[in-house]
């Protein structure tokens, strides 16, 4: 068998030139008691040192117990097995093995390291050095490393009574224990063997009766040799409390506090059998603005509760030019509806005479038509001479037509004429329609016609020549 130890030894597999070389190891891993059979394989293509198993454990060891190495590669190989470790190696083939295509060096615990020809048959044994081994007890709490060929002396073992060193033993020897009072021998009443743990009882020897007290008051008297079982229980009950040396320590409670969603507030101890006014931070509440502006921080005694009222906010409504108009409150976290009235357009002419009053809704706009004014004409006599529509805020311009004037002689006939712009001037201008000379005389009648009426001032006519 070749064990690998820690730390971190390994074995490995040297080749003298490059080529095709097959190898199976078989081991069994070793640790804190427990043995673990592993296998591993490969191939090995490169020349020299090629590691193939490793013990990098922090503990244990690897105990090898099959090795099998074949040369696949038609060329002749020359071949050696080592053992590695931190600072040193060997040869445990002893040299290297010359193995054909097809040819084989194997190890096993029972016969070392042989070399099998192509069929598998037995051909040499090859000389191989034996491995450093270890020493070990049953249960691997104590191991030791021996060297190849060397010996190791096993240290003594301590014995240890109720604790306390009472001096060291042969090791793998049998150990003998008296038992007695002092005078003679005593027989336990039970003896047991527990690991390297060996309890022995001893029968009681006294008699008489013991009170039992706790914190000075007396609980029972019993009469030894005799037991008595004092159950610590709190007030559920449960068992609670310690031995700690000839004390029964009581822990201390804990008190966790807690808002209703779980989350710890505050944990304080309170010593056992005892009582703790235990304050806690009062709650505060922050009202705040939906922008996140805050309007007030409120205290409120833990577990209690507390009324705070929000101001009400106040609407205020301005036109355009900043005048108010409305100013109206409204209650905290509420809506209001607020009515605003109505505007109204009141058209006037400007002898300040109001024309038209009309209601326009708030923050709209109206349209508003006013009626057309009229011009009417008249002469003094109060005759209409002509009526005009006029459009609102605009101007029109009204022609009044001319008229004419004629003087007719008695038969008819126009022997005058002339035409005259209405209010234009008071001469009427008469032009004979010949060369001669019109005389106006008894017997000629003068007859004035127009388009349009004279105007009072108009009514003298004067004739004079032209």
Do not use: H
């Not at 592993?38 to 060891?61: A, H, M, P, R």
């Amino acid at each position: 068998m070749i064990r690998l130890n820690t730390p971190i030894e390994s074995l490995v597999i040297n080749l003298q030139s490059a080529g095709n070389v097959q190898y199976n190891i078989q081991y069994v891993i070793v640790r804190q008691g427990t043995r673990l059979e592993k296998s591993t394989e490969g191939l090995l293509t490169s020349s020299g040192q090629n590691v193939v198993l490793i013990n990098d454990f922090s503990s244990g060891y690897f105990d090898i117990t099959y090795i099998n190495v074949t040369n696949i590669d038609p060329t002749e190989n020359f071949i050696s097995v080592l053992k590695k470790t931190n600072v040193s190696e060997f040869n445990l083939t002893s040299e290297a093995i010359g193995l054909k295509n097809r040819e084989c060096t194997e190890f096993t615990s029972e016969s070392g390291f042989k070399v099998l020809d192509q069929n598998g048959s037995f051909k040499t044994i090859t000389e191989s050095v034996s491995a450093d081994g270890d020493v070990e007890n049953s249960d691997m709490s104590y191991m030791a490393p021996v060297p190849s060929g060397g010996t190791l002396t096993l240290p003594d073992s301590q014995i240890n009574v109720n604790g306390v060193d009472e001096g060291d033993v042969v090791s793998v020897k049998t150990i003998d224990v008296d038992l007695t009072d002092g005078v003679d021998p005593v027989v336990p009443t039970s003896v047991g063997l527990v690991g390297n743990t060996l309890t022995i009882t001893l029968p009681s020897g006294g008699g008489g009766d013991v009170d039992i007290e706790i914190n000075g008051n007396l609980y029972d008297t019993i009469s030894a040799p005799d037991t008595v079982d004092i159950p610590v229980i709190n007030s559920v009950p449960a068992s609670v409390g310690t031995i700690t040396g000839l004390n029964v320590v009581v822990a201390d409670s804990t008190a966790v506090i807690k808002n209703s969603a779980g989350t710890t507030i505050k944990t304080e101890a309170i010593p056992a059998a005892t009582s703790e006014n235990i304050t806690i931070i009062n709650s505060t509440v922050n009202v705040r603005k939906s922008d996140a502006t805050l309007i007030s921080a409120v205290t409120v005694l833990a577990e209690g509760s507390a009324n705070y009222n929000v101001a009400d906010s106040t609407a205020v409504i301005k036109d355009s030019a900043g005048t108010t108009l409305k100013s109206e409150g409204i209650l905290a976290a509420t809506s209001e509806n607020i009515t605003i009235n109505d505007s109204t357009a009141v058209i006037k002419n400007s002898a300040g005479t109001t024309i038209k009053s009309e209601g326009i809704l708030a923050e709209a706009s109206e349209n508003i038509t006013i009626n057309d004014s009229v011009a009417v004409l008249k002469d003094t006599a109060m005759v209409t001479l002509d009526t005009v529509n006029i459009f609102a805020e605009d101007t029109e311009n009204i022609v009044l037509d001319d008229f004419n004037v004629e003087v007719e002689d008695p038969l008819g006939s126009v022997i005058l004429t002339d035409s005259y712009l209405a209010y234009s001037m008071n001469t009427l201008n008469l032009t004979a329609l010949s060369n001669t000379n019109v005389v106006i005389g008894t017997g000629i009648t003068l007859t004035i016609s127009a388009t349009a009426p004279l105007s009072p001032s108009e009514n003298d006519i004067w004739l004079q020549p032209i």
